[in-house]
């Protein structure tokens, strides 16, 4: 027997905001949370602007104890707790007690790389002989599956509890390994997303890479531009997002709140072949898992309302536009609207399509379809393929029922997920 799974809670640790309340304002809104960073300027990169959410202090002490705080230095770990936590909470589940084990909830949480600050201290005191003196936390901070590790033992989850990474697409596979295990009977619920760290540990091997912008130092909220013509690098960015995949059972049963619907995905692999490389994607195999998508959630390309694309700012984006309209089989005015967050947010690595499926559902949700930012000089390979009303500037108030959320990464790796608003 097949299970329907439906999304019942979310969090959200992103540059332009933290908690669905503040992060929905400012989707919607279209505030930006790109900003100058004085230490990469200082450390001469190229790009000196990106994303990181804004955590205080004070807010951490309500997700981690004073032993735990002593010597935490992932910001990956503290921004998957922040959202982690929040969306168990946001689906009115309940911690276990400390003598009992939930065997049917169960957590994928990805990342791409965890801990590189307590990494890189641990390396500088391993090379002067202080082994003895790296602490009792410094694997745990720096292992993949830490983050996991944290949420289960915060929860008390005993079902799967596990780490999954597969760069950009990380996020968004992590729902779809989600859905398959509630789907199949596998687990009442997961708790899925992912996160990624932040900092110059993180984002200078892409500024080495010269994938990065570098004309928006003076201007950091202008600096990411999807699908414009002008577009030139991407901001790198950092966060977490999170997300409840529950039964429909479970969820009827308890009384639970649904924000939507999960349909269906799909993820495939490139293979880095026919133009697809380490770094750039094989067009035949995007299409394909779009397609497969597609079928697999039973519906048509013409119900699909609203696309939240990958879309980074690079000269791949009218690439990806070509894509979607070649796998939907649909152009000019036909199209779905299409966004990126990555206008508001920079390019958040593992966590963007985690955070970018919190958007997706928000949108559902209050049936609103948020506007590109820093829009005006749309690609005209773009233009050529979907008419200029498909890339909102603003946020567009329409009923949404099906929503369709794709991320691409680094390893010619692709996955494609639809949601749709539920109606029990």
Known sequence: MKHRVVITGMGVCAPNGIGLAQFSDAIFSGKSGVTFHQQLADLNFGCQIAGQPDVTPELLKEYFTPLQLRDLQSSGIEYGMIAGVDAWKDAGLNIIAKDAVDYDSGIIFGVSLLGAEKFRSAIYQTDEGKVRRLGSTTVIQTMASGISA?????????????????????????????????????????????????????????????????????NPTAGSRPMQEDANGFVPGSGAGALVLESLDSALARGARIYAEVLGGAVNSGGQRMGGTMTAPNSEAVQHCIRTAVRNSDINSRDIDTINGHLTSTGMCPTEIKNWSEALELRGKDFPYIN?????????????????????????????????INTGNLHPDIKGIIDDSCVPSHTVNKTISIAAKASFGFGDVNCCMIFKKITA
């Not at 509890?161 to 990380?170: E, K, L, P, Y």
């Not at 206008?343 to 690595?349: I, K, N």
């Open 340 to 372: 990126s967050l990555k206008s508001m947010t920079g390019h958040c690595l593992a966590a963007a399509g985690s955070i970018e499926t919190v958007a997706t559902i928000l949108e559902l949700k209050d049936n609103k379809v948020f506007g590109n």
């Open 150 to 218: 944290y949420l289960g033992g915060y929860i008390g989850c005993g079902n799967q509890v596990t780490t999954n990474s597969s760069a950009c697409t990380t996020g968004l596979e992590s729902v779809l390994m989600g859905y398959e295990r509630v789907r199949n009977g596998d687990a009442v619920r997961m708790l899925v997303g992912s996160c990624n760290d932040s900092g110059p540990y993180i984002w200078g091997g892409f500024d080495a890479m010269r994938v990065l912008t570098k004309k928006y130092n003076e």
